[in-house]
């Protein structure tokens, strides 16, 4: 028996690479996935909705700009009716990383990150907790070890990701009466197409200080999700997993 059989699943942002990632390690633990998508990443989502249907699963393809509350609302509620009614986990991947100089970022800039970073995983989970209310659910944030650690430019990301960490830790401790665990997977560099020739002083300096010595995968952070979703994670919530390769265990001094 498959860890996820008989779930159906929401993940945000699935058409790029760490989204697709989840959304097909679910369907391959058995789960019938929602993949949500902006209209310009609906290409790359249909394209893993076609593979896990090739292989016998069941796949939908959802839109919506989830820097509106009433969208987060509507993608939500269109993966349950399509799930036959309910939802049995959300994962809330959806987020952006623009670099910016704090000193010269304008209000605008900070709010696009936070809205879309932080507001809708807020809003997602709410409507979310709403449907899993009274059957029980799994929410899992996807938040980056850059809330813990900050990096230049990414100042607005960094205290996303932070907030994102404290929110599932207050959503956990108010949700749980309803059955409901929320909890948080923080990557480290994931790989992504081009990745090396883009930065590959960056890459090289992560390979030389990860103790595994590698970056990671999309698959990496679908597996951690898989878990948190599953039973073997029961009792697991308000909990922040970290999949960084052990680079955050290597000293700063």
Request: with cysteine; aromatic share 4%; hydrophobic share 45%.
């Amino acid at each position: 028996m498959r860890l996820l059989d008989g779930q159906v699943a929401l993940v945000t942002g699935a058409g790029g690479g760490i989204g697709r990632g989840i959304a097909l390690r679910f369907a391959e633990e058995g789960a019938a996935v929602a993949l949500h998508c902006r209209t310009a990443a609906a290409g790359p989502a249909r394209e893993a909705a076609a593979r896990i249907e090739e292989s016998g699963g069941r796949a939908v393809v959802l839109r919506g700009d989830l820097t509106d509350e009433d969208a987060c609302r509507r993608v939500v509620g269109e993966a349950a009716e399509w799930g036959g009614g309910g939802l049995d986990a959300l994962v809330n991947n959806a987020g952006v990383q623009p670099t910016q100089e704090l000193p010269g970022m304008t209000a605008g800039e900070w709010r696009a990150v936070v809205d879309t970073n932080l507001s809708s995983v807020f809003a997602c989970t709410q409507a979310a907790a709403e449907v899993m209310r009274g059957r029980g659910g799994s929410v899992t944030h996807i938040a980056s070890i850059e809330g813990r650690q900050p990096a230049a430019l990414h100042a607005h990301y960094s205290a996303s990701k932070a907030a994102v960490v404290m929110h599932a830790r207050a959503a956990a401790l108010e949700y749980g009466a309803w059955g409901i665990r929320v909890n948080t997977v923080s990557p480290g560099l994931i790989h992504r197409d081009r990745l090396e020739e883009a930065w590959p002083e960056g890459v090289r300096r992560w390979r030389a200080a990860a103790p595994l010595g590698r970056l990671g995968r999309p698959e990496d952070v679908g597996d951690a999700c898989v878990f948190l979703a599953s039973r073997l994670a029961s009792w697991v919530t308000g909990h922040d997993l970290v999949v960084d390769g052990g680079v955050t265990a290597r000293p700063t001094w």
